[in-house]
């Protein structure tokens, strides 16, 4: 199951093969993990529209807490290679184990408040008293078991750092499995096992983390990747500084999408409800013809933040370049397929005609964009990784408060659907310069620095 590289690889092998041999482990635990949670969907829906409606209405608190895990990941992982990459081992074992507690701290904290405020923060989100039911019975089992969400996802982090990519995707494949053979068994009841219905589905998932979590913290103690003993208040409070000067602002970051989501998809609703539910077959696509995007953006960053903490900024210049020249032409490719199969594509989602229209307009016009966006979405990480949390947050607000939304909406009022996807198009291709030139100057800003 090892498969690390130490400090030395990521500083000193081959560029594109390190990146490559990083990626592809990434990227298919990705796609089985994605490929499992749809079964999850899939068999709360089984249940019957009020449970599948419910379990829609947890997908923003929820996202809230993973936002802050994946932050918080970011963070550690930041730290802890930069620690790696200047020979600082003890440092990155001390850093690895503040960061799992301070992360399982805050978690806990926020999952006690949501448990706490569920039937008011679930009411306001427009939950009836009959969704509510079922949102209580699966949500105060998550809750209570949020802490074993972070677990997992902070320890990962600590492998990456380390440029171990596929112990994580292994970890977060066998975790999805774990969830998706439960579920029909704890929902639907087998044997002498009762149907648990939407307890059921949370039951399957906590058991999922308990996996996952016992899994890491064993791995990172038998790999001696973090300490397991005492440390001083003073260092402990040192290191939570570090982690969250990252954590916060990438946490940040991360909601601010499915923010711009809602408000786009608020606008698409003026056209119709047929617009709406193009719009969202689109946005699903679009998770998965960025995969290799997503999963790039988790192994550059303990690339460059080794790297960096080695002093090699040439190798980050160089990593970065590379990276954005691939998913420009990767992208590119995928929007040829997806184009051409724009048809079939289309009906496999529905049979009304103006569904199908809107998505194939679609589908002709936004991948266009996915490399572009891919370039914006690397950076951001690569900026995290360069301990610019600052500059990341920043270009996330413009690219989808400055750019994205207004941009679309402009297009919306002057050319309809369609001109709404030409301006998200735009949107994209001046952030991309933006991101570009952004990044390149702070590499050359830094290396002066490194230099003085």
């Not at 089984?46 to 599948?52: F, I, K, N, P, R």
């Not at 998550?142 to 074993?148: E, I, R």
């Not at 439960?182 to 058991?207: E, K, R």
């Not at 689109?282 to 953006?297: F, K, N, Q, T, Y």
């Amino acid at each position: 199951m090892t498969n690390a590289k130490s400090p030395a690889s990521l500083t000193k092998d081959n560029i594109q093969t390190t990146l490559v041999s990083m990626t592809l482990p990434m990227l298919v635990g990705m796609i089985t993990l994605m490929t499992f949670n749809l079964v999850d969907t899939f068999f709360i829906s089984m249940l019957g529209t009020v449970q599948l409606a419910a379990i829609s209405f947890t997908f923003p608190v929820s996202f809230a807490l993973i936002s802050l895990s994946i932050g918080l990941s970011i963070g550690t992982s930041a730290v802890i290679a930069k620690a790696l990459g200047g020979g600082r081992l003890s440092e990155a074992r001390t850093d690895g184990q503040v960061a799992l507690g301070l992360s399982a701290a805050l978690v806990a904290a926020l999952a006690l408040l949501g448990y706490l405020l569920t039937e008011p923060l679930f009411t306001a989100l427009g939950a009836s008293k009959e969704v509510l039911v079922y949102i209580r019975q699966y949500m105060d089992i998550w809750f209570c078991g949020a802490v074993l969400l972070v677990l997992p996802m902070v320890g990962n982090a600590v492998l990456r750092a380390a440029g171990d990519t596929k112990t994580p995707s292994i970890i977060m494949a066998s975790s999805g499995l774990v969830n998706a053979v439960l579920d029909p068994v704890l929902i639907f009841g087998v044997g002498p096992l009762p149907a648990l219905g939407m307890q059921g589905a949370a039951i399957a998932t906590l058991i999922s983390w308990i996996f996952g979590s016992t899994l890491i913290l064993y791995l990172l103690v038998k790999r001696d990747l973090i300490s397991t003993g005492w440390i001083s208040i003073t260092l402990l409070l040192s290191v939570c500084r570090k982690v969250l000067r990252i954590g916060l602002p990438a946490a940040g970051a991360n909601m601010l999408t499915p923010l711009a989501m809602g408000v786009l998809t608020a606008i698409m609703a003026s056209y119709g409800a047929a617009a709406v539910a193009a719009f969202g077959v689109g946005a699903r696509l679009e998770s998965l013809a960025c995969l290799v995007v997503l999963a790039l953006s988790m192994t550059l960053p303990p690339f460059v933040s080794q790297n960096f903490g080695a002093g090699l900024m040439s190798r980050v210049q160089q990593a970065y370049r590379l990276c954005g020249r691939f998913v420009m032409l990767w992208q590119l490719g995928v929007y040829l397929v997806m184009a051409a199969l724009a048809w079939p594509l289309a009906s496999l989602f529905s049979d009304e005609p103006d569904v199908l229209t809107i998505l194939r307009q679609f589908i002709w016009i936004l991948p266009l964009a996915y490399g572009l966006q891919g370039i914006t979405i690397l950076t951001n990480s690569s900026f995290n990784a360069l301990h610019q949390p600052g500059s990341a947050l920043l270009l996330s607000l413009v690219r989808l408060f400055v750019f994205y939304l207004p941009f679309a909406w402009l297009g919306g009022k002057l050319y309809g659907v369609v001109g709404l996807f030409i301006g998200c198009v735009i949107a994209n291709l001046f952030t991309a310069i933006l991101a570009w030139n952004w990044f390149n100057r702070a590499l050359r800003r830094t290396s002066e620095e490194a230099l003085l």
